[in-house]
């Protein structure tokens, strides 16, 4: 937050246009251009993107949507809202889903494929394509809704929370696949305090276009017109459609993010690079530690957050080494506990032994502060303190 950005939502409030408006539909178009899909939308929230995505292609009860084990409950939140099944499957060394562990869990009910972006390292998703797009696979798929006849196969519908501005393939977070939904929340790289979007990539003979003025429509209560249309001269009379949902973003949002996404990459991504190479190298010395994924020939980071895994400890050990550090007064935290230890999915049926990969994952992570204020004389403090405390108790 700074004067820029300021100066930015103020000439928002006094330009007479506060909810969605011409700041919105103009940083629909700077994300267009910035990711390359065919056209964005946005929204209140990621969940409001994710689920609004869902009922569009027809989700409900019968149908299972397949999600990583690991990730933020807001992921499987929004399946469990449209009526369908929430199939957990493990994930990878990687912290991302296991291609392997969907092709398995694929059965005729199967609708979505949602893969999550942990921590801003993009999914195989080019292995994930291809997958759906297998004759068998497609042989499985039963289409019940307009939406699933035209796409005649499993929607990928990707969580990129965390993902804006990584590549894959020399492409970027966006137009990866089908379906692509970002969160601008208070903690994201690119916020707008809270806010979404949802970019659209469908393959032909589908018209994002026209998907993009549907889901409009029906992110404002199904009305055929929004306010700004309303304001051109004899357009006052609007219909309403649908019953739809209160799922917009406002202008004073689309200010905010309009001025992080100009300077975002040379300014924002830069500086979160630099803090992870910083992580990196020192804690590449230690035999103990197991560094997150960033870069690859593949693969570039949005660099979210840095998740830290302690070789060969327990969840007892771990949860000690993270008191130990807060002891000496740095903060982290934990990204995340897999859902399947969460009380209500527990309750639900699922087991976490069905998902090894994600529970040590998760028994031995330690997320390390990464934020643009984040000097590096407080990045060499965290390390400090964080060897500190690793050695503390692997050592006893």
Known sequence: MDKKIADAVVEALYSGWITTGPRTKRFEKMLTDYGGQAATLCVSSASAGLELMLRWFGIKEGDEVIVPAYTYCAT???????????????????????????????????????????????????E????????????LFYPESPEQELLGRILVLSDAAHSIGARYHGKRTGSLTDITVYSFHAVKNLTTAEGGAVCLNLPSPYDNEAIYRQLNSKSLHGQTRDALAKTQIGSWRYDIVEPGYKYNMTDLQAAMGMVELERYDSDMLSRRKSIFHRYS???????????????????????????????????????RIIAGIF??????????????????YRDAGYEIRDYPVSYDNYSREITLPVYYDLTDEMADEVIRVVVEAVEEIIEN
């Not at 499987?76 to 493990?90: K, L, P, S, Y």
Request: charged fraction near 20%; proline fraction near 7%.
């Open 281 to 319: 190298g020192a804690f590449n010395k230690y035999p103990w530690a197991q560094l997150p994924p960033f870069e690859s020939t593949e693969k570039t980071s949005s660099y979210h957050i840095f998740l830290l895994r302690i070789k060969k400890i327990t969840e007892e050990q771990r949860d």
């Open 327 to 344: 002891r000496r007064e740095v903060a982290v935290n934990v990204h995340f506990v897999p859902l399947p230890l969460m009380t209500w």
């Open 128 to 139: 994930i394509n291809a997958l759906v797009a297998r004759p068998e696979i497609k042989d």
């Open 76 to 126: 499987a939140n929004v399946v469990v809202h449209c009526g369908a099944r929430v199939v957990f499957v493990d994930v990878g060394e990687d912290f991302n889903i296991s291609v392997k562990a969907i092709a398995k869990a694929i059965t005729a009910s199967t609708k979505v494929i949602m893969p999550v972006d942990i921590a801003g390292f993009p999914c195989d998703y080019h």
